[in-house]
């Protein structure tokens, strides 16, 4: 599987961005998608996932209510909606793919190459 990530950019707080995460290569209804990020200076966190069915959802607690991760097999694709930004959202943002459903970083195997997301204050 082989990812894409795109849609980040620079926005004021309180704003929107929707991140998409296009994936070639095989079979990617099979795989449960997520999305990390990482701000400078820390470690690689867990923000949300979507089994291959799109009918189980998990969030981290920092995003709960403010992100949405949904997914679109037949378009090989994989969003994140995210509302009510803070700055605190700044990070590079990553999506990746696991055989299973899975929260560790470590359990995914394959990744997108990022995409930068900045949140004014």
């Known amino acids: 599987v082989q990812l894409q990530a795109s849609g980040g950019g620079l926005v004021q707080a309180g704003g929107s961005l929707r991140l998409s995460c296009a994936a070639s290569?095989?079979?990617?209804?099979?795989?449960?998608m997520g999305w990390f990020r990482q701000a400078p200076g820390k470690e690689r966190e867990f923000v949300a996932r979507?089994?291959?069915?799109?009918?189980?959802?998990y969030y981290a607690d920092s995003v709960k209510g403010r992100f949405t991760i949904s997914r679109e097999n037949d378009k090989n694709t994989v969003y994140l909606q995210m509302n009510s930004l803070k700055p605190e959202d700044t990070a590079v943002y990553y999506c990746?793919?696991?055989?299973?459903?899975?929260?560790?970083?470590?359990?995914?195997?394959?990744w997108g190459q990022g995409t930068q997301v900045t949140v004014s204050s």
């Open positions: 290569g095989r079979t990617f209804s099979s795989y449960a």
């Open positions: 990746a793919a696991a055989p299973y459903l899975a929260r560790a970083a470590h359990e995914y195997d394959y």
């Open positions: 979507i089994r291959w069915s799109a009918y189980s959802t």
